[in-house]
Nanobody, 121 residues
Framework: QVQLVESGGGLVQAGGSLRLSCAAS????????MGWYRQAPGKQREWVAR???????SYTDSVKGRFTISRGNARYTVSLQMNSLKPEDSAVYYC???????????????WGPGTQVTVSS
């Protein structure tokens, strides 16, 4: 099994910053990519940012220039630096990893339990 654990959520005022971190562990042959999604109350989960295993990054338009995804120092870790936060960024943020568990396995999505980010106006 593969486990993902997020940390770093919390309450911040508009214009402030937070840093989320995620660590993947378990039976892992290769991580193709790691990324972040978020889900606000009453809304569908939406993709936020992604980093591939060759360090290519991509972002949803609403966070470009404000959020930065980066690889952590430890293996299978990723962080999301969120600056200039807005109330509309409030959501539960989920870490996602695209993982192959063995050389014959296909890539599958794994998810963390989520961490709450609340931005007050």
């Amino acid at each position: 099994q593969v486990q993902l654990v997020e940390s770093g959520g919390g309450l911040v005022q508009a214009g402030g910053s937070l840093r989320l971190s995620c660590a993947a562990s378990g039976v892992i042959f290769r991580v193709n990519a790691m990324g972040w999604y978020r889900q606000a109350p009453g809304k569908q989960r939406e993709w936020v940012a992604r980093m591939s295993n060759d360090d290519n990054t991509s972002y949803t338009d609403s966070v470009k220039g404000r959020f930065t995804i980066s690889r952590g120092n430890a293996r299978y870790t990723v962080s999301l630096q969120m600056n200039s936060l807005k109330p509309e960024d409030s959501a539960v943020y989920y870490c996602n990893a695209e993982v192959r568990r063995s050389v014959v396995d296909t890539s599958r999505d794994y998810w963390g339990p989520g961490t709450q980010v609340t931005v007050s106006s």
